[in-house]
């Protein structure tokens, strides 16, 4: 028995058996259709990328349109406790700074002087009642 047959011999009888003019259609007509169904695949391959793409862009849009229309969230707000109040009356912190010069220039002229006491400047009336008039001076305990 032979196992291995002669190619070259059967493609001969091969050919020459189909070797008239219908072979030749038929072939064409195969190359034909293997070559629109190729096309055609490749056509659909094309349009399926295509929706793909088109589907990934209308997901971004969509969700930039989602995230555009959310409002801004503002940071976690922390309850405080209000500070404990205190009888003490609050101290008023100066905004504007005078000059010793400014400072005398708002007393009638010749009321008052500056003086250096302990390495700190005061302001020293030379009339008590005038001082009265423009510093209050808060009672002390045991003179009123």
Partial sequence: MNTNPDSERDELLLNALLGDEDWQAANAACKRQALRAFHARQRFRASVRWAGSALVLAGIITCAAFWARQPAKSPPQTATTPPAETNAPPVPTPTHYMTDAQLLASFPKGSCFIAEVDGKKQLVFLDPKLE????????????E
């Fill in 132 to 143: 009265r008039t423009y510093i209050a001076q808060p009672p002390v305990k045991g003179r």
